[in-house]
């Protein structure tokens, strides 16, 4: 028996205590970025997560964090600690302050903050908001900048957040990419630009190559024009026992849902009641959890008996297969408790 075989003992799944989570505020999001593996948007209701579901969820959370994360370093890591995400947190500012305060109270480590910067629209009020965040206790920032925001946002803001954060949280003022941004500088970006017109920009540097895009979530139909396509048997004998149960970059959103890395639109169960996650999920009771956790082929078997058709033009990776899949199942039956939320794959688009 392997180290891979030990997260399932007698028809359990034993998804592994987290080192780093990040908690979705909201769906919610002023822009609709093609590459968004949560496929957040505008078009989600204003559902937010509430302040006692958040205290109870980061109350837990600290227990654990003192246990995996016990090194106190000096600079922030979306792969360590507490990430505050979304969709776009900045919508619901008060929120924002609110649930960074009790994160800080809970001596949880690492809280950064994820964001699209769109409020960065002047200097004065851009500073005064980081500013109120790092009085909150936020540990630093992460400024996302990359070829499918910047066709929303006016580049102008996102260098303006990214000045100011530095000057407010120094190397603790991450933005990722940092290739796309100093790219974006090089082309000498004003204003916006849509990704086709980006890519007629570099195309004679060669430069896409190095494009770091989960082919997982949105970007698995918006951008399936620039992957390889492959029939669903292609897929068939892989197992995802390592992407459900694994420790880091989990996340949990404002229903509640506990969901395992990326894995969009799953959930392990409720995250008010951690602890009954992590001794162990029954498989019998989760039929698409047991399927992934052993082969796509599995899950491919339980569609096929819901009359699950294949997609013609292929798939570009085993998740675009398997969201196809658990995409038709939303829409067939409600049997399944670990397809959640439902509005994820409702508002998927
Ligand atoms: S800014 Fe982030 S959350 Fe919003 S659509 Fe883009 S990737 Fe998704
Ligand atoms: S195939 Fe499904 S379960 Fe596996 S990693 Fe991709 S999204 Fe997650």
Known sequence: MGIQDLVIIMGKLY????VSTGLLLSY?????????????SPKWKNSWISEADAKTILTQLSTIFSKTCTLRMPYVSFNYGLHLTGGEPFLNFKLLVRITEIAKELDIPSILVETNCFWAREDES???????LREAGLDGILISINPFNVKYIPFERLERAVRISREIFGINAIVYQEFFFNVLKEIKLENKITYDEYLIKIQKSNIYRYIELLPMGRAAYALKHLYNKYPASYFFSESCKEELTRGWHTHIDNYCNYIPGFCAGI???????????FEGIDLEQRPILKALSNKIEDLYE??????????????????????DIRRYLVKKTEEFYELNPKEYYLNFS
């Open 126 to 132: 851009a500073s005064k908001k980081i500013i109120k």
């Open 15 to 18: 998804p592994r205590l987290p």
């Open 267 to 277: 959930s392990l169960g409720d995250a008010r009641s951690l602890q009954s996650i």
């Open 28 to 40: 919610r999001c002023n822009i609709k970025c093609d590459h968004c593996i949560y496929a957040c």
């Open 302 to 323: 339980i569609g096929k008996y819901f009359g699950y058709k294949d997609n013609a033009q292929g798939y570009v990776s085993k998740c675009h297969l398997c969201l």
